[in-house]
């Protein structure tokens, strides 16, 4: 059964630097794109960013700049250095991993882990 286990949130002040990660366990198949999502009180979750095998990668505008995302493919890791944090970036943090399977596509989702930026 695969599993996203994520570490690395906590409390931090207005422009100060996190970094989370996120491994994938009970596979050795390798993912197409993994990712971090957020999802902050009475907000729907979002893409802050993500990243393919390849290493495209893709962000939020919120986070451009400021969010680094990178991935380790021979550890299913991927990881999210988070600067210049703000209090609107407060949120719990979940990892997403994605891959194919002939034609489905299987979705799977870490536990979240919660970032908050005080002011």
């Known amino acids: 059964q695969v599993q996203l286990v994520e570490s690395g949130g906590g409390l931090v002040q207005t422009g100060g630097s996190l970094r989370l990660s996120c491994a994938a366990s009970?596979?050795?198949?390798?993912?197409?794109?993994m990712g971090w999502y957020r999802q902050a009180p009475g907000k729907q979750r979002e893409l802050v960013a993500e990243?393919?095998?390849?290493?495209?990668?893709n962000s939020a505008d919120s986070v451009k700049g400021r969010f680094t995302i990178s991935r380790d493919n021979a550890k299913n890791m991927v990881l999210l250095q988070m600067n210049s944090l703000k209090p609107e970036d407060t949120a719990v943090y979940y990892c997403?991993?994605?891959?194919?399977?002939?034609?489905?596509?299987?979705?799977?989702w870490g536990q979240g882990t919660q970032v908050t930026v005080s002011s």
């Open positions: 990243i393919t095998g390849s290493g495209s990668t």
């Open positions: 997403h991993a994605n891959r194919w399977v002939g034609p489905l596509q299987y979705d799977y």
């Open positions: 009970g596979t050795m198949l390798s993912f197409n794109a």
